[in-house]
């Protein structure tokens, strides 16, 4: 079998996975692995390519960015293989030599596959919902337990012991493993609470990930309920501790402004009430002595032009916010008290 048996040779793969929401830019596969008939590692949504428009479905229409154009996995049924001209024993030497991983019963993915759209494939279904966006570079503040979409037909499912949470519905490419991008928003949306499904929105726009008429169709997919969180999205937020400390603000009937640019302090998160800087810090963003020194002699600038700065952790802002709000509220009663 040669390179002309391999599906979509030609093709303009630019971008690989490379694990959980982590991408890299890559020149087109060389030809030795797109000969073994299965090579492309993940399958590119470039519009102008057949297997763009035909696993994309509606998401390839309104993905803002090919820098981060959808991806899946495909899925590879025995009979697919053969008609490709693969032979058992070329699979069998494929596996072997981890080009190829068996899911499970008549379902192969390429060896690169990445361990949660493996788990899923192999419990009978596609990543999905914030397991799918978390492995796209979404904020998802939860995604300890694998979400899955299986088809509502389906029979045994092979959970193995996971901490799983099944999507039951139907459509979907069949030879995808991974949901689309609109139809993972549109569950991860259902699946999380409303702080929390914002912020995921928030990420998905701040990334490029989808446009506004992207997000007029995630939005055109979800009960009316949830129409009104549309207006809360902000494709500003640089992280989703962000979105929620913001979102926070606003509950507690805040002024809210985002990424002001203080003359002598520069860009902040988030001014309140026209006085109040609040910085959200993470330790990814934030470690190091020299980084904090310029932290608090920012801090020292602002206080100097009459700003309180408080800076709350992202920590905290995920999982203690009675106790960020407990601040704010003691910082703004303090503030009354000096300025009645
Ligand atoms: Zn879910």
Not at 141 to 156: D, F, I, K, Y
Not at 218 to 224: D, E, G, K, N, S
């Amino acid at each position: 079998m040669g390179a002309a048996h391999g599906p979509n040779r030609g093709s303009a793969f630019r971008i690989s996975c490379i694990g959980h929401g982590r991408w890299r830019h890559a020149s087109p596969p060389p030809q030795a692995r797109i000969s073994d008939g299965c090579a492309q590692s993940a399958v590119e949504a470039a519009p102008t390519t057949a297997r763009g428009a035909k696993l994309g479905t509606v998401t390839t229409a309104h993905v803002a960015s090919m820098e981060h154009a959808p991806a899946a996995w495909r899925v590879w049924p025995r009979a697919a293989l053969y008609s490709e001209g693969w032979t058992w024993r070329l699979i069998d030497r494929a596996v072997t030599a981890g080009r190829l991983r068996r899911a499970r019963r008549d379902a192969y993915l390429h060896g690169d596959v990445d361990a949660a759209t493996f788990a899923a494939c192999r419990i009978g279904g596609q990543l999905a919902c914030v397991s799918e966006l978390a492995r796209r570079g979404v904020f998802v503040l939860e995604a300890n337990r694998l979400h899955v979409r299986v088809p509502e037909t389906a029979g045994r499912l092979r959970c193995e012991g996971r901490d799983v949470r099944i999507h039951w519905s139907g459509g979907g490419e069949r030879d995808a493993a991974n949901v689309d991008l609109l139809d993972a928003l549109r569950d991860a949306m259902l699946c999380q609470q409303p702080l929390e499904a914002i912020a995921t929105l928030d990420s998905a726009l701040h990334l490029g990930l989808v446009d506004e008429a992207g997000l007029a169709e995630v939005f055109r997919r979800l009960p009316r309920r949830l129409q009104i969180l549309r207006r809360l999205t902000d494709a500003a937020a640089e992280a989703g501790s962000e979105s929620i400390m913001r979102l926070l603000l606003r509950k507690a009937g805040c002024h809210v402004q985002s990424q002001v640019r203080i003359p002598g302090v520069g860009r902040v998160d988030f001014l309140v009430d026209g006085w109040l800087i609040i910085e959200c810090d993470s330790e990814a963003h934030h470690g190091g002595w020299e980084k904090q020194r310029r932290d608090k002699r920012r801090d020292q600038v602002a206080a100097s032009l009459g700003y309180a700065t408080y800076r709350p952790i992202a920590e905290d802002i995920f999982w203690h916010r009675d106790a960020v709000m407990a601040a704010v509220r003691g910082l703004c009663a303090m503030r009354a008290v000096v300025r009645p």
